[in-house]
């Protein structure tokens, strides 16, 4: 049965233990039907341990977890739904430290996990922003100042973020990109993955963005005391102070998956009552994740 709404009570009575979650990752990983991925046969005896298919003709055993997302899970099934139902609940966010401790797992198997279910936060990229779009740039870290404008600081992360705002005037869904500087062959990238080129887009008069107008809707307006996009720059603000709260437990490098789960709320806040169910489809439709994977994959 799917899993839907945001009840703690009724999501651990729904996972009382491992097998109902494997079960639940069968569902998932078998919807179409069970074919042997050695020999193509398709009937199976299914083992009591761990719900795995054990094929009828060269008897290959596959496990819900085998070749997706939870692949080599280094903890108990039932610890990563919980995991991953905390993540799609919270909005302050969940540092690998309390859910170590929480879970009983050491932390850097709390943390390689948990960006594990960031990547799985990413964007499809199959939903460009539509409507009216507002695009911006700002760093983080580093040292904080108050001066304006675009840092050439090289310890702060240059970030690229772009809001789709609603008929009300309020933002619907947003993207963010990590750059490495404000040229417009890096602004390009969050145009081309997030953006509908038919789109009436605003930014600011920086002329990094000049080249993009031949393909982009853009029109560029004095983005002084914030008055022309009012929305992106609250939301940067808010965004900021969030990213401040958690500032002690985010390792800089990985920044963009950070902001991947923030972004990843915020566009499925109107489907919170499907988030978990479409989160663990899409680990178990995902490749496995390897823990060199992660460290690169800034
Ligand atoms: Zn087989």
Request: net charge positive.
């Amino acid at each position: 049965m799917k899993f839907t709404g945001e009840n703690i009570v009724e999501f651990t009575a729904q996972f009382a233990d491992d097998m109902t979650c494997y079960a639940y990752l069968s569902d998932h990983k078998w919807s179409n039907g069970y074919t042997c991925p050695k020999c193509g046969h398709t009937k199976f005896t299914v083992r009591k341990k761990n719900l795995a298919r054990d094929c009828n003709k060269c008897h290959h055993i596959e496990s819900p977890t085998a070749g997706t997302m939870f692949h080599k899970l280094r903890f108990g099934i039932r610890k990563a739904f919980l995991i991953i139902f905390e993540m799609t609940a919270t909005t302050k966010g969940l540092s690998a430290s309390q859910v170590a401790k929480r879970y009983g797992i050491s932390r850097q198997t709390a943390w390689a996990f948990m960006h594990r279910v960031r990547l799985a936060m990413q964007s499809s990229r199959k939903h460009p922003l539509t409507g009216q779009v507002q695009v911006d740039e700002f760093v983080f870290g580093g040292k904080e100042t108050l001066k304006q404008g675009r840092s050439t600081d090289s310890k702060k992360k240059k970030i690229v973020g772009a809001v789709e705002i609603n008929k009300n005037g309020k933002i619907k869904r947003t993207y963010f990109k990590r750059i490495e500087d404000y040229s417009s062959a890096s602004l390009k990238g969050i145009f081309d993955d997030h953006i509908s080129a038919s789109d009436k887009i605003f930014t600011d008069k920086w002329k990094g963005y000049l080249p993009l107008c031949k393909k982009y809707h853009i029109e560029q307006k004095y983005s002084e005391k914030g008055g022309s996009m009012k929305q992106m720059h609250t939301f940067i603000h808010q965004l900021k102070s969030w990213l401040r709260s958690i500032y002690s437990w985010v390792h800089e490098e990985h920044i963009e998956k950070y902001l991947d789960e923030y972004s990843f709320r915020i566009n499925r806040s109107i489907f919170k009552q499907t988030i978990f169910d479409m989160l663990i489809q899409r680990m178990v439709s995902g490749k496995p994740i390897t823990y060199q994977m992660i460290i690169i994959s800034n």
